[in-house]
């Protein structure tokens, strides 16, 4: 099993910054380097949507069109940890964050089919 542990989540102000973190653990995540990473948000009512992603070998990032400039995904190889900086937040990325284990690196990562473990979601706010 593999464990994903988000943190970081908080109430923010329109224009501020928050990092999301997302660590990695479990008995078959010694083959970390052949998956890849992502972040998902959900709002209330609305379909989960695809923040960005990386690719753990090559470290190629991918976003979605909503945060694209704002927010960057990066990671960290030592403590199988993953980030989420987020900048220049508005209202309207209120939603809970969800971290998941990209399973097929080639395939389309906006796409959360793709994904096989998630974990709890960490709830960002941002007041206008």
């Known amino acids: 099993q593999v464990q994903l542990v988000e943190s970081g989540g908080g109430l923010v102000q329109a224009g501020g910054s928050l990092r999301l973190s997302c660590a990695a653990s479990g008995r078959t995540f010694s083959s970390f380097s052949n998956y890849g990473m992502g972040w998902f948000r959900q709002a209330p009512g609305k379909e989960r949507e695809f923040v960005a992603s990386?690719?753990?070998?090559?470290?190629?990032?991918y976003y979605g069109d909503s945060v694209k400039g704002r927010f960057t995904i990066s990671r960290d190889n030592g403590d199988n940890t993953i980030y989420l900086q987020m900048n220049s937040l508005k209202f309207e990325d209120t939603a809970v964050y969800y971290c998941a284990r990209l399973r097929f690196p080639s395939g389309p990562v906006n796409n959360r089919n793709a994904y096989d473990y998630w974990g709890q979601g960490t709830q960002v706010t941002v007041s206008s």
């Open positions: 990386i690719i753990w070998r090559s470290g190629n990032t």
